[in-house]
Structure formats: C-alpha cells, structure tokens
C-alpha cells in the first residue's frame, strides 16, 4: 500500500463531519484566539501612542515591515519541520515566540513611556522584538493549517479553514475590548495579552492531541517550492490581499484623525477599536456560522472575495468625504464589515483550495508557504500605506488598494481548484 494510500485511510470521524467544533478543535480556537488578540492589540495602541513617543509613521512601518520579512521568511521552513516533527511541538514554539515577543515589544514602549530610552533608541528597541517574534511566531500558522488539513475530509477541509479564520475574528473582538484598558495605562493590554498567550500555550500543551496522520512520514524529506503551479496562484492571491489589508490598517488612524475629524488619542483608540470590532464580528459570524452551514466549495469563495474587497476600500474612501464625523465613522465601520466579509471568502477559499492541490504528506509545506505569502504582502503594505498617504494623497492608499483587488478579481476567474465533491461522487461505494 502506498504511503498516500494510508495517509488517506485515517479520515475524520464521523462525528467530526457533523460536529466541527471537536474538543482538539475548541482546544485550538483558544490557543488561536490568545494570538489573535495581540495582532489586533498592536494595530490599535500603537500607531497612535508611537506617534507621541517620537516614532514616526515611516518608522512604524519599518517596524511592522521587517518583523513581517523575517516571519515570511521562517513560515515555509516550520512548516516543513511541522510535517517532520509534529503539528504540535511547532505550535508551541511558536506560541512561545508570540508570548516573549509581545512581551519584549511591551517593555520597549514602557521604557519610552517612562523616558528611559528616547525615539531612537526606542525604534530600535522596537524592531529587535518584533524581530524576535516573527522569527518564532512565524511556526503557528503553518503547523495550525496543517492540523485542520490532517483532521477534515477533503469535503469540509473549507469549513475547517473557516473555523481557523474564525479565531482571527475572535481575537480581533477581544483585542479591542482588551485595549480599552489603554486609557488606565498604555501597555497595560500588551501585558494581559502576554498573560493569555501563557494559557494559550499550557492549553495547548496539555490538552491537544497530536494528529496521527503524519508521524512518522517518510515522505517529510521532499521538498516543495513556491513556484510550484500547483499552488502558486493560491500564494499570489493571499499576498495581494494582506498587501492591501495592511495599506489600508496602517493609514487607518492617520485618516480618522486628518479626515474624519477625531482629535484625541483616546477617541482615535476608541474609534479603531469600533472598527476591528466591526470587522471581527462579521469575520466570526461568517465564519462560525454562515460558512459551517452553507459548505461553499473554495472555487466559489475565491470568486467572492476579490469584489467584496473592493467595495470595501471604496467605502472607505468615501468615509473621509463626509460632512460630520459621526457619518463619515458609520461609512468607516461599513468598511471594516466589509473587510470582515471579504476575510470570511479568502480564508477557506485560498487555504482550503491550496490544501486540495497537494497530497496530505505536503500540507505543512503548503501552510508554510500560504503564511509565507499573507505575510509577504504585510511586508509591502505597512511601507505602501503610509507612503502612498503622505506623499501622494490620503485617499491614494484605498484607490491602490481598490484597483489592486480588482485585477485580482480577474486572474481568480482563471485559477483551478480540485472540486472534493466531485471526487467523492466519483469514488467505488
């Protein structure tokens, strides 16, 4: 028998068909959730508080951008340990990279706060962490997209990966709610979120099995490159989202404050946090509802997303035209639901549809490269967005972001994807 063949003997239960959210599942949504929160943490303390502390937008972008190279650049190599070694000893690592680089980056903005380090010092302070985190980090969503891969059928992989976007939402409902905590002390949310990720990663430790399905796999020492046809357009189509997802969140705060009329800290904090809030609660109840009763094959979801998107930077575009700042927000948080929506299309169709295209010794090689892609598109985005806003126009960023979507749009129209339905309805009873 090959090793394919037995691969592809040790299914799901049945149970797990009916049923996704599975006790290894829930287990997984937490310790998900805890990395969730400190993602959408950074993008609603920072920007502004970095502002006052004398690290400037460009610098923040740097920050953001390098951070996100070095974590592109180690994502395919734990994926390929992952189908070595196990799903779970990856994930903890990189549970453990996210915890002490959140907490890194926390003491760094304290000791600007506090004045022991000036703007200088404190950017470079800054960037080490980040550093840190995504050389660590970078483990988890290529060891998590593998688990999902390992632990559904080719029938509901997309519903899988549904539930593991769904955990981004989470954490971006929490994360804001956390950050309130900010008008008490700034970093006092970076270090609750630090104290979850601890629990995050005992959970995990303690609680979730190792899939079965690959130990052992002789087949680990293959290697896959990213140019491979059978996943490249998968790879392109997450790097141009996350490109302009992170043109337009990095510009966010600076385009409530210079066009839809917010002053304070304390009111941009609050308003960025109504809109991840919006955006997360369209992405969980898509997600964890909509999409695990409405099975969409990945082809249909990648031709939804693209569209969706764009209407969304032309949404908020439109907020900055507003003639009162309460109306111009509501356009702001129709955006941000539209993001959330577009998210909810991208996630199982992109991940789902790649996870198809390769065979099941593959499939931590493939998360590698799909969290390589995501990120290498947040390398671009936080240096476009601020770029594109303070030197060409404020509403260049969402008319890039916009045009770029559209002609994504086009090139999913000719991307393949394995139909797992017909499969089954071709297979001997």
Known sequence: MSKDSANSESPPSHAQKKNPYTRDRIILIIGLVTYGIGQSLLYTVFPAVGRDLGVNEMQQGWIMSISNLVLALCAPIWGKQSDKFGRKPIMLLGMAGYLF??????????????????????????????????????????????????????????????????????????GPLIGALAVLFVVLPLYIAVAMAVIGFLLILKELPEPKVHKHDEDTTRTMSPFDSRILPFLILWAVYFMAFTTMTTITQFYLEDRIG????????????????AMALTTVIMQGVVLQKVNLKPSVLLRLYCPTYALSCVTFLLAGYMPITSLGFAFVLVSYALFGMAFSFAAPGINGGASLSVKPHEQGMVGGYLASASVMGMVIGPLLGPYLYTEISPVAPMVVSAICLGLLGVYSLTIKVPDPTAKASKAPA
Request: proline share 1%; aromatic share 12%.
């Open 262 to 277: 917010f002053q304070s800290n304390e009111s941009i904090i609050t308003a960025t946090m109504g809109a991840f809030i």
């Open 101 to 174: 680089g959140t907490l890194f980056f926390a003491l760094g903005l304290q000791a600007g706060i506090s004045g022991w380090i000036q703007s200088g010092a404190l950017f470079y302070s800054l960037l080490l962490a980040r550093l840190f985190y995504g050389t660590f980090a970078s483990a988890i969503q290529p060891a998590v997209t593998a688990y999902i891969a390992d632990t559904t059928t080719e029938e509901n992989r997309a519903q899988g990966m549904a539930l593991m976007g769904m955990t981004t939402g989470l954490g971006t409902i929490i």
